[in-house]
């Protein structure tokens, strides 16, 4: 029998864990995450802006587990050892036959000063859960102080995660403003953004159709502005392309650090050659020098051939990693070779609030309500396909419907 390490209960980790637990191979599974639940991490936005609740984006993972194939530890997965193929959780150490590494992302500071010590991230259901407590504790404090930067939100970065927690927490506005006594307009809402153009994958017109929405909410976006340091209460940006010393401090009680990922510490500390906690794998997504260490989703990095750079790190490749992972081991075992990896965008969606959308699907561009529309239908989607149609039935995003 071949044991089969499985780190991390994401999209990743959950969709191999489907494919080997139903295979019939003969195995015995150990999967590993810190948390008892898997959660969705394209909803953690919502979380942290209260427009939706923790516990439905999670689920437990023992709803998941076959628990004649597959054994699970709730633990902290320390180190890697691929040479000796052992694994350390904790005080355990864990030997195996074939590993998957799906332990997912942390938030990137590039070195910028004070980013950890002066602003929230929002990297998971506790980090998402603190940021809409503060976010309420600030609304208080304004009640109390009338001081207007206890109002004030300053998202960092206007990547997919920024934009979209800007739209959600516009949504969640009226919420706050009950809290500090004001009208939802006067939460002041700023996004703040090193380059001048935002979500550059996309086209002009759907750039157009987003800036339109983030300005008929009064969002102030501020493009061309890195931010060169987060002091107490304070996102110091640079305010002019050719002067370094024009410096500009934005006051907020609220500042959130969304400016991009890398892949979980585990990978440099476990001596992985990578980037960024990204490796960049072997054709069939395991790493270059061990052909039974799986890396998938946040940490892995695989090119994509139409535009000669890695893949961008989303739930739809991680989902489809994870199966191709989970069916590579099956192949490995029976002596069959391995076809390499191959992935096909079905195009992305962002959500700016509940009902606002706008994305590509195919080659065509959508906006409005269908985008909003096709993005709960790809959440309820993933759901299915890590957790199958009973987490679909009770977490699902069924609103779409109405
Ligand atoms: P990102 O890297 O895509 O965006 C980060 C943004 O922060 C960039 O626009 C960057 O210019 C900006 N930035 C970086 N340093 C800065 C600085 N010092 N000052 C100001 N701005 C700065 O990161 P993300 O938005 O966290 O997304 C991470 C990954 O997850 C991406 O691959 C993304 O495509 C994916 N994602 C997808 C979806 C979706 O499909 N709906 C949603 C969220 C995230």
């Not at 009338?146 to 300053?154: A, C, D, F, H, Q």
């Not at 969640?172 to 009208?183: N, P, Q, R």
């Not at 991680?318 to 590579?328: E, F, P």
Request: hydrophobic share 35%; charged share 25%.
């Amino acid at each position: 029998m071949k044991e089969i390490v499985i780190l991390g209960a994401g999209y990743a980790g959950l969709r191999a864990l489907h494919v080997l637990q139903k295979s019939g191979a003969d195995i015995h599974i150990t999967l590993i995450d810190r948390n008892s639940y898997h959660y969705e991490s394209t909803s953690l936005h919502e979380v942290a802006a209260g427009t939706q609740k923790d516990e439905k984006i999670c689920y437990d993972i023992k709803d998941v587990v076959d628990t004649k194939k597959t054994t699970f530890i709730q633990g902290n997965v320390e180190k890697i050892d691929s040479d000796k193929k052992e694994v350390y959780v904790d005080q355990q150490t864990l030997p195996y036959d074939y590993l998957i590494v799906a332990l997912g992302f942390q938030s990137e500071s590039f070195g910028i000063p004070g980013v950890k010590e002066n602003s929230l991230e929002m990297v998971d259901v506790k980090t998402a859960d603190q940021v809409h407590k503060h976010i309420i504790e600030q609304m208080k404090q304004y009640k109390e102080t009338k001081n207007e930067e206890y109002l004030r939100i300053v998202v960092c970065g206007a990547g997919f995660t920024g934009i979209e927690l800007v739209g959600a927490l516009v949504e969640g506005s009226k919420a706050f403003a009950d809290i500090a006594g004001v009208k939802p307009e006067d939460i002041q809402i700023y996004c703040v953004e090193a380059v001048d153009k935002i979500l550059p994958m996309f086209s002009d017109k759907l750039g157009q159709y987003c800036l339109k929405y983030l300005d008929k909410w009064d969002v102030k976006l501020l493009t061309g502005k890195p931010i060169k340091k987060v002091e107490p209460g304070a996102v110091v940006y640079q305010n002019s392309k050719d002067n370094e010393n024009d410096l500009v401090a934005l006051n907020a009680k609220t500042i959130i650090w969304t400016t991009g990922v890398s892949g979980s510490h585990v990978i440099g500390d476990s001596g992985f050659e990578e980037r960024r906690g990204r490796v960049m794998v072997k054709p069939n997504l395991t790493d270059p020098k061990h052909d039974d260490v799986y890396l998938l989703g946040d940490v892995s990095a695989v090119m994509d051939p139409s535009s000669n750079r890695p893949y961008p790190t989303t739930a739809q490749i991680a989902l489809k990693m994870g199966s191709y992972a989970g069916k590579d081991i099956l192949n490995q075992m029976k002596g069959k070779p391995s076809e390499p990896f191959s992935f096909k965008s079905l195009g992305s969606v962002a959500s700016i609030g509940n009902t606002h959308a706008f994305g590509v699907v195919g080659k065509t561009e959508v906006t409005a309500y269908p985008a909003s529309f096709i993005k709960k239908a790809i959440m309820d989607r993933s759901l299915f396909e890590t957790g199958g149609i009973k987490e679909v039935m009770s977490k699902g995003r069924f609103d779409l419907y109405h």
